[in-house]
C-alpha cells in the first residue's frame, strides 16, 4: 500500500546493510521546512507528518526500519562550521507507471559555506 499523507510529495525505499544489520528506510520527500529555526517551520506539521510515517512504517514494514525526511524547500541547511557539504542532484532517470520515479545518474557537488549562506 502506498504512503499518502499531507505535505509529501515523493516516497522511496532504500536498504541500509551495516555491520549490525540490515535497516529498511522509508524516505519522504516533503515541501515542509525541516529546519526548526526557519521562518516557515511548522512545528505541528511536522510532527503530523513523523506521526503519520511511523504508522505506516509500524503496520507494512518488516525488521528493523528507519525515517528519512527530505525537504525540497531551500534555506534548509545552516552551516556555520566553515565546513561544506556535498549535494547529490539527480541528472538521468526515469519515472514507471504509478509515478515511482528511478535515478540512473547523479552528480555532486561541494557546496562551500559562502553559497550554502546565501540560499
Request: aromatic letters at 8%; charged letters at 15%; glycine letters at 8%.
Amino acid at each position: 500500500m502506498a504512503f499518502k499523507a499531507q505535505y509529501v510529495s515523493f516516497v522511496s525505499f532504500a536498504v541500509e546493510v551495516l555491520s549490525t544489520g540490515i535497516t529498511q528506510v522509508m524516505i519522504v520527500e516533503t515541501g515542509l521546512h525541516l529546519n526548526p529555526k526557519h521562518p516557515l517551520y511548522n512545528k505541528t506539521a511536522v510532527e503530523d507528518l513523523i506521526s503519520a510515517a511511523q504508522e505506516y512504517v509500524r503496520s507494512n514494514v518488516e525488521g528493523h526500519a528507519a525515517i528519512r525526511l527530505v525537504s525540497t524547500q531551500n534555506g534548509e541547511i545552516n552551516c556555520g562550521l566553515g565546513q561544506g557539504i556535498n549535494t547529490y542532484r539527480a541528472t538521468s532517470g526515469l519515472i514507471l507507471p504509478g509515478g515511482q520515479r528511478v535515478i540512473r545518474s547523479f552528480s555532486e557537488q561541494r557546496l562551500s559555506p559562502e553559497s550554502i549562506s546565501q540560499w
